[in-house]
């Protein structure tokens, strides 16, 4: 009895050890389009900074600077009321 007790949690372990393998990949259809420069823009879109057109490489930098030194530069926060 004790034979066929060892064998069956043996498969059952291993068929619990082997059900992670059957996974399948949890992507999205869409994904990003690398095909084209981030300056390029979505085309019409509520999130773009006003003023802002696509293709404008020379203001996407200038933005992204902004947004880097202003946005999320702690040092120049903690100066702010």
Not at 32 to 59: L, T
Request: glycine share 14%.
């Amino acid at each position: 009895m004790k034979p066929r007790l060892l064998t069956l949690g043996a498969l059952l372990c291993a068929a619990f050890a082997l059900s992670a393998c059957g996974e399948k990949p949890q992507q999205l259809g869409g994904g990003i389009k690398s095909d084209q420069p981030a300056h390029q823009g979505v085309g019409q879109s509520p999130y773009a900074q006003p003023g802002w057109q696509a293709g404008d490489a020379n203001g996407w930098t200038q933005q992204l600077r902004a947004r880097a030194q202003y946005g999320q530069n702690e040092y120049s926060r903690a100066s702010q009321p």
